[in-house]
């Protein structure tokens, strides 16, 4: 998914996260 990698970059962390978390940001946007 593109998303992913977005995170990805924008995460400093550069860990993948649980796709919970994903979908929290995806909506908190």
């Not at 998914?1 to 946007?29: F, H, N, Q, Y």
Request: proline content about 7%.
């Amino acid at each position: 998914m593109g998303v992913t990698g977005l995170w990805r970059l924008i995460d400093p962390s550069g860990k993948a996260v649980p796709l919970e978390t994903l979908e929290g940001k995806v909506l908190a946007i």
